[in-house]
């Protein structure tokens, strides 16, 4: 159910057209048609299963296709090029798209992004598109805290090329012969992947003291700087959870101008009803 915002008239059979696509029903049913494409996607990987049904699981996966254009389709019939407006179905648009592509010769590499069609999952349920929208306001904060560990690495991979790309040992030279190479070394040790007996323990036994630095560039980057990462995720799902329903603000903002009579019509006689109350009452 992702409409596009603004819309606030729609001709009679735009508008049913436009009620049957956002329907719970036939959300449910795209849904389930999604998952059971990706599953199906995930058997044609077996050469076994592949080999005795990959022809059933071609015009299954084709069968998909034609229902997910279909329903693209009417989507932008009922809101015609206000369609766009969402980036939700810009979203859609795209992945279907690439699936339309032809894949033979060089594009069939493109067969293998046929799963991406899973990911219409995060357009169509509602507590997904609220994470990926909290991970979207969270993108200010983490290319901040991107911007600060670009720093520390560059700065740590001079120290260490200084420090041990001069050395005519090979793995020196392979691990801090450059800065590239020091920096890509240096992100092994931050993700704590074989640090300690890969790169570390060899390093002092030729420089004894080389923890001095190895030690409080691990605290700094994993411990330190990389946990805030996860605090800024918390805080964007936080302000998600206190924000109003997407679905009631999208509600608001598509109602039409029969929608908005009907609503001053009903205040109007709310207000009659108390006023006559109100004379019975002081009598």
Do not use: C
């Amino acid at each position: 159910m992702v409409k596009p915002a603004h819309i606030k008239d729609l001709s009679a059979p735009r508008k049913k057209i436009a009620e049957l696509v956002e329907s719970q029903i036939f959300v449910y049913a795209i849904t389930a048609l999604i998952v059971t494409n990706a599953i199906s996607l995930g058997f044609e990987t077996d050469p076994e299963v592949s080999q005795a049904f990959g022809h059933y699981l071609g015009a299954f996966d084709f069968f998909v296709l034609i229902i997910f254009t279909i329903e693209l389709s009417l989507k932008f019939y009922a809101y015609r090029f206000k369609f766009f407006f969402s980036s939700w179905n810009n979203f859609d648009f795209i992945i279907i798209a690439i699936s339309w592509l032809p894949t033979a010769g060089f594009l069939s590499v493109l067969r293998a992004f046929r799963i991406l069609r899973v990911l219409r999952l995060l357009s169509i349920v509602p507590q997904m598109r609220r994470v990926i929208s909290a991970l979207g306001h969270s993108i200010p904060g983490i290319m901040s805290i991107l911007g600060v560990l670009s720093i520390i690495f560059y700065v740590s991979s001079v120290v260490v090329t200084k420090l041990f790309g001069y050395d005519h040992d090979p793995s020196m030279q392979a691990w801090f012969g450059s800065v590239g190479k020091s920096a890509y070394t240096l992100f092994q040790i931050m993700t704590l992947e074989s640090w300690s007996m890969g790169i570390v323990r060899p390093t002092m036994d030729l420089y004894p003291l080389a923890w001095l630095f190895f030690v409080p560039f691990i605290i700094l980057t994993s411990f330190a700087v990389l946990n805030l990462f996860i605090g800024i995720i918390v805080d964007a799902l936080q302000i998600a959870q206190k924000d109003p329903r997407q679905e009631d603000v999208a509600k608001i903002n598509n109602f039409t101008s029969e929608d908005t009579e009907k609503v001053i019509n009903a205040i109007n006689a709310l207000q009659d009803t108390l006023e006559e109350m109100t004379v019975n009452k002081k009598r």
